[in-house]
């Protein structure tokens, strides 16, 4: 990144990077080229890299690597999960993020990354970062791991999650690599090893491919689950494993631990919800990873349904792992209240827990518009009712 580029890139940041390869294609350079993809990139990834692409010398190697990397608050939640001054291998580094957190705490980093191109874009980013306690080796994995006779504390992986053609995969042994078939020569290098995998992976199917994992997380925001993490003690001897839902806020952190035999043997409560009292939509990291009954009776909360899991109470829980929502007016669903409901709320956020209708069906049928700070939410009751509760976020 040459004082040059960095001026030109400084210079067109805000143009297209389609106009701008129109504009240049017949004289274009390697430089122009690079320049044009770097504002490219961090397009991409302005959201997910905010903190790391406020050093202007970050380089992007290819736009793949962009597009796949893992985003700065993930990242910083992937290094609190190793202990301070530890030796770390990073078996898929990649575009380098999780390197770069984890060396914050480790006392070394290994960086194993098979792609030549995005492997020589780690140490120049590292060192305008400040780190200098990072190596990085371009390798396969498996076969460096093969031919190393070094050990570690702590061994991370992120295993690619797409096949052919883009296609989406489902579970670990289909990834690659299929950290399924390397765990015996994983664990000759390391006791620990951290697997960040894709958020539709079934939590059960993990727990069967990775037999010592002993902590399972699903993390993610308010909005969506990002992803699943196992942590495998390879020493491990409980049969139990830890499952946490981890919901990052900007400022907050929602961070609710069980395991399966807690949830087995909770029981739930059941109620009709009122008007004015308070209703509970927990955290997609949360609905994942699914302790249903288990928040009823924990927070003296009551589930509205067996198969919704929504709940209520007639006072304000607050550190429930949910979003909370009071409950302004509860409406019958039916062909009267469906034609009035327009007139009344025009423009509404559409949304359904357990009723026939998606949330786009029933907002075709509302005849509403997407918007503004209330919410409707269409379910099922325990008595068997279809209701739409119209909500307030709190």
């Not at 997910?48 to 893992?70: D, G, R, W």
């Not at 491990?236 to 494993?241: A, K, L, N, V, W």
């Amino acid at each position: 990144m040459t004082d040059d580029i960095l001026k030109w890139i400084e210079e067109n940041k805000g143009e297209d990077p389609v106009k701008l390869r129109l504009r240049y294609h017949k004289h274009m350079t390697s430089e122009i080229d690079f320049a044009i993809m770097q504002i490219e990139c961090r397009k991409k990834a302005a959201k997910k890299l905010s903190k790391t692409l406020e050093n202007k010398h970050f380089i992007f190697p290819t736009t793949l690597s962009a597009e796949q990397c893992t985003s700065d608050l993930l990242a910083s939640f992937h290094a609190s999960l190793i202990e301070d001054g530890q030796n770390v291998i990073d078996l898929t580094s990649g575009l380098g993020i999780d390197v770069f957190n984890l060396a914050r705490k480790a006392s070394h980093v290994t960086a194993i990354e098979i792609n030549q191109i995005v492997a020589d874009a780690i140490p120049l980013n590292a060192t305008q970062l400040g780190l200098n306690n990072i190596s990085v080796i371009n390798a396969d994995c498996k076969e460096f791991l093969t031919n190393c006779d070094e050990k570690f504390d702590v061994a991370f992986i992120d295993p690619a999650r797409r096949g052919d053609g883009g296609k989406r995969l489902y579970a670990l042994s289909q990834c690659s690599p299929d950290v399924t078939e390397i765990l015996p020569l994983i664990k000759s290098h390391c006791q620990r090893l951290i697997v960040k995998a894709s958020p539709m992976l079934d939590i059960s199917q993990t727990l069967k491919e990775l037999p010592k994992c002993c902590d399972i997380y699903l993390i993610g925001t308010p909005q969506e689950c990002k992803e699943i993490v196992a942590v495998i003690e390879f020493d491990h001897t409980e049969s139990t494993p830890n499952i946490h839902a981890v919901t990052l806020g900007k400022e907050t952190i929602s961070h609710y631990i069980f395991n399966r035999e807690q949830e087995a043997n909770a029981i739930a409560s059941y109620s009709i919800p009122q008007e004015q009292h308070y209703l509970y939509e927990p955290y997609p990291a949360t609905m994942k990873a699914a302790p249903v009954k288990l928040l009823s009776e924990q927070y003296k909360v009551n589930k509205l349904h067996p198969a919704t899991h929504l709940y209520t109470s007639s006072t304000i829980i607050n550190n429930l792992p949910a979003e909370s929502f009071k409950i302004e007016i509860i409406i019958p669903f039916s062909s009267k209240e469906i034609k009035q409901f327009v007139k009344s709320y025009p423009q509404i956020n559409v949304a359904t827990r357990n009723f026939p209708l998606s949330a786009d069906e029933l907002r075709k049928k509302l005849k509403v518009c997407d918007g503004g700070n209330k919410r409707a939410m269409a379910t099922t009751l325990a008595n068997g009712d279809k209701v739409i509760l119209i909500l307030s976020r709190i």
